[in-house]
T-cell receptor, first 122, second 114 residues
Framework: GAVVSQHPSWVICKSGTSVKIECRSL??????MFWYRQFPKQSLMLMAT?????????EQGVEKDKFLINHASLTLSTLTVTSAHPEDSSFYIC??????FGSGRDSYNEQFFGPGTRLTVL | DAKTTQPTSMDCAEGRAANLPCNHS???????VYWYRQIHSQGPQYIIH???NNETNEMASLIITEDRKSSTLILPHATLRDTAVYYC???????????????FGRGTQLTVWP
């Protein structure tokens, strides 16, 4: 499958600071990227969907001014957690979807996940 | 918006087949069944997907009931490295078009023991 990377893999920051997380599709062009958040012992929660060159679509209950998403190119999306607080500490995972792979039953866009970024806000 | 029900946890002996059930009684005609797994502190990994026919790949087999209201993921020879949370997801998918979003439920924690 295609490879998605995230940077950094973990970050510790002080309360009130902003943190930027990068998500890159390494060997394909990602027309759509997704950002998820996962708290300990819970499932992944979809935060937002971003399409290259347009504004992100946020899921209900996710503050768009706090979680800034930029998808400026077909291989890079960034999530910025602004004015982070301890309750924002979580595992952030991105996912990327390309323009299409394979043929036949597989001739549609598949979705691949990054390794995740562990954010700890002190 | 998970539309699936899975057991919270299951155990399996190494080398034996692991059969993970999933109920999706409200599945629509244009929705596929997808399986992902997540090893601790890693991103989810795609396993397999299907619409109505049984599917098999190098990782697993997917058995979907005729009424499509339930399915079973089969890992034919479980290893210790298969210990993970397994997610069953239904999503809209149309050939040659964009796919619906992936919404994760709680999944099944599969523990493979020696």
């Amino acid at each position: 499958g295609a490879v998605v990377s995230q940077h950094p893999s973990w970050v510790i920051c002080k309360s009130g600071t902003s943190v930027k997380i990068e998500c890159r599709s390494l060997d394909f062009q990602a027309t759509t990227m997704f950002w998820y958040r996962q708290f300990p012992k819970q499932s992944l929660m979809l935060m937002a969907t971003s399409n290259e060159g347009s504004k992100a679509t946020y899921e209900q209950g996710v503050e768009k001014d706090k979680f800034l998403i930029n998808h400026a190119s077909l291989t890079l999306s960034t999530l910025t957690v602004t004015s982070a607080h301890p309750e924002d500490s979580s595992f952030y995972i991105c996912s990327a979807r390309g323009p299409g792979f394979g043929s036949g039953r597989d001739s549609y866009n598949e979705q691949f996940f990054g390794p995740g970024t562990r954010l700890t806000v002190l | 918006d998970a539309k699936t029900t899975q057991p919270t946890s299951m155990d399996c002996a190494e080398g034996r087949a692991a059969n993970l059930p999933c109920n999706h009684s409200t599945i629509s005609g244009n929705e596929y069944v997808y399986w992902y797994r997540q090893i601790h502190s890693q991103g989810p990994q795609y396993i397999i997907h299907g619409l109505k026919n049984n599917e098999t790949n190098e990782m697993a087999s997917l058995i979907i009931t005729e009424d499509r209201k339930s399915s079973t993921l089969i890992l034919p020879h479980a290893t210790l490295r298969d210990t993970a949370v397994y997610y069953c997801i239904v999503r809209v998918a149309r050939r040659g078009s964009t796919l619906g979003r992936l919404y994760f439920g709680r999944g099944t924690q599969l523990t493979v023991w020696p």
